[in-house]
């Protein structure tokens, strides 16, 4: 019996092996600051298919004069999930990598003129998913950026970034990063996105970043058909002390107008209700009162996007919040107070 799993096992990684000869590749060899996404994008490749043809995984480092294997651009690398791994590259590569070829990676690099509409359109998904992929708090999007416009991608995405983050020269100099090339005469200048600069703010407010739910934009605004009880007065929900123990020097401030809701599995054990506005900071904790005069604390995932489904809303709670509130109608107005 364990010589019929050795003799499989061997098969198997000569199989492998010889699906990763197939693909046509160069040899380069590694200089100080060079990363797997700064050889992806010279090389016209992908941070995945370096990986694979070379049998990297997430614990893999990247040695100064090491030698690796790049595949020929444009050309996908099976996904050799049995390969050995190799000890060499520095940056933290995903776990997993989707076994894609450059032009469905799951990776979108935001161009001028594009928008979160436009990308989720060309890429079939909704503007809400792609900003719960890419912890994107704003509507607004830089060119250069790092999207992942697939779940599976998250992970290579986030590596994407960090590799940005590192070809910063310094804080505020977003233009040039300094590489060494092998076989050239001295540093290169390469131009790196303004998203670099961004990354890395984003990078630093991730501690007081929303830990955003899985939600779905109800369209037809449908009242929950489950009733979830709470006090009337919002004291028993989750971020109601939060808001209680806000200090600041100027007052209130209320905005009125009418809501939609979405649909999120958030709030029905725990009380922790959100909600989508334009006016309160992201991440805030804003009090929110009914027609009826039931109140709840929500805390502010992002703004309401600009989108035909919530063409005339001022807000969108989650479906828990409105039964809370014991929202009854399809249309219904709500009053907010923030700080």
């Known amino acids: 019996m364990k010589r019929i799993i050795l003799l499989f096992f061997i098969s198997a990684m000569l199989s492998l092996q010889a699906m990763a000869q197939e693909v046509a590749y160069s040899n380069h060899t590694i200089a100080k600051g060079e990363t797997l996404s700064g050889l992806a994008k010279k090389y016209s490749t992908t941070v995945g298919d370096i990986m694979r043809l070379n049998g990297m995984h997430a614990d893999s480092k990247l040695m100064i004069g090491q030698k690796i294997k790049i595949p020929q651009a444009g050309k996908s690398v099976p996904n050799t999930t049995a390969a050995a791994p190799v000890k060499s590259v520095t940056e933290t590569a995903p776990k997993t990598v989707a076994n894609t070829s450059p032009a469905t990676a799951g990776i979108h690099i935001v161009k001028k003129g594009e928008t979160l509409y436009s990308i989720g359109k060309k890429y079939g998904v909704s503007i809400e998913k792609l900003k719960l992929w890419n912890n994107i708090q704003k509507d607004n999007i830089e060119v250069g950026e790092v999207l992942a416009v697939d779940a ?18 310094a804080p505020g100099n977003t233009e040039k990063a300094v590489v060494e090339d092998a076989g050239s005469a001295g540093p290169k200048a390469v131009v790196v996105p303004a998203a670099a600069e961004k990354a890395a703010t984003d990078k630093k407010t991730a501690t007081n970043a929303v830990a955003a739910p899985e939600i779905d934009i109800d369209t037809k605004n449908e009242v929950p058909g489950k009733q979830l009880s709470a006090a009337a007065d ?54 929110v009162k009914s027609a009826s005069g039931n ?45």
Do not use: C
């Not at 808001?243 to 979405?262: H, Q, R, Y």
């Not at 989108?307 to 809303?313: C, D, F, P, S, Y």
């Open 152 to 169: 599976k991608a998250i992970a290579e995405a986030q590596v994407e970034r960090e590799a940005q983050q590192k070809q910063a020269v």
């Open 234 to 287: 919002g004291s028993d929900n989750f971020f109601s002390k939060d808001f209680s123990t806000l200090k600041t020097a100027g007052e209130l401030k209320t905005i009125a107008g009418p809501s939609g809701i979405f649909k999120t599995a958030s709030g029905w054990d725990d009380k922790k209700f959100y909600i989508l506005m334009n006016d309160a900071p992201t991440g805030s904790v804003v009090k």
């Open 295 to 339: 109140i709840i604390y929500a805390k502010v995932l992002w703004p309401i996007d600009d989108i035909k489904a919530n063409e005339g809303l001022t807000f969108r709670i989650s479906d828990a919040a409105a039964s809370a509130l014991g929202i009854g109608d399809q249309k219904f107005g709500l009053i907010v107070q923030y700080h």
